[in-house]
């Protein structure tokens, strides 16, 4: 199975300010006969189920704040956070769908510092 | 607008069996595959399994072969998921996803599945 590993476990920002959440996977997640990594973000807040942010590790989500915005390919990948909003606090995983049985990484808490 | 409504809380013995329904509207529901999610209380989310709707074909995460069954029926644009012979650590949120592209993009509210003696 594909293990994905989050960094750091928990992160606290000042509100305006920048957050990177990384994500490490075993194995590349790059599938080169369309050049897609499969690759997801979700936010989760309490109560709630996930929310999908981002796909194809680069592509956010019909209704997703363009502060939101995903990077990298292969085994490593970024959620950043261009300006944190009091609303953006919540636990955020990263998804891989490359390979059943599809994981999740353990999850990144984001708090307001 | 894109639906999907989960049946309500279960609570089991140790040893019993639990059906969970996940009612879709607002799209098409052969068209897209399910996916099914557990989370433990404080957990990350655990995928457990998808089914390709149009075709029954099923995918399960290794812990959970031989306990789970994924079913639709695409009469009532529905999908099942059966969990058996349930343990105390099976205590957990149950949710479905629709599948887009293999990545869920929305998500029933959940079912609160308690295992207890």
């Known amino acids: 199975d594909i293990v994905m590993t989050q960094s750091p476990d928990s992160l606290a920002v000042s509100l305006g300010e920048r957050a990177t959440i990384n994500c490490k996977s075993t194995?590349?997640?790059?599938?080169?006969?369309?050049?897609?990594?499969?690759l997801a973000w979700y936010q989760q807040k309490p109560g709630q189920p996930p929310k999908l942010l981002i796909y194809w590790a680069s592509t956010r989500e019909s209704g997703v704040p363009d502060r939101f915005s995903g990077s990298g390919s292969g085994t490593d990948f970024t959620l950043t956070i261009s300006s944190l909003q009091a609303e953006d606090v919540a636990v955020y995983y990263c998804h891989q769908y490359y390979s059943p049985p599809y994981t999740f990484g353990q999850g990144t808490k984001l708090e307001i510092k | 607008q894109v639906n999907l409504v989960q049946s309500g809380t279960e609570v089991k013995m140790p040893g019993a069996s639990v059906k969970v329904s996940c009612k879709a509207s607002?799209?098409?529901?052969?068209?897209?595959?399910i996916s099914w999610v557990r989370q433990a209380p404080g957990q990350g989310p655990e995928w457990m399994g998808r089914i390709v709707v149009y075709n029954g074909n099923t995918n399960y995460t290794q812990k959970f072969q031989g306990r789970i069954t994924l079913t639709t029926d695409t009469s009532t644009s529905t999908a099942y998921m059966e969990l058996r012979n349930l343990r105390s650590d099976d205590t957990a949120i149950y949710y479905c996803?629709?599948?887009?592209?293999?990545?869920?993009?929305?998500w029933g509210q959940g079912t609160l599945v308690t295992v207890s003696s």
């Open positions: 607002g799209y098409s529901f052969s068209t897209y595959g």
């Open positions: 996803a629709r599948l887009k592209y293999g990545c869920s993009d929305f």
């Open positions: 194995q590349s997640l790059l599938y080169t006969s369309n050049n897609k990594d499969f």
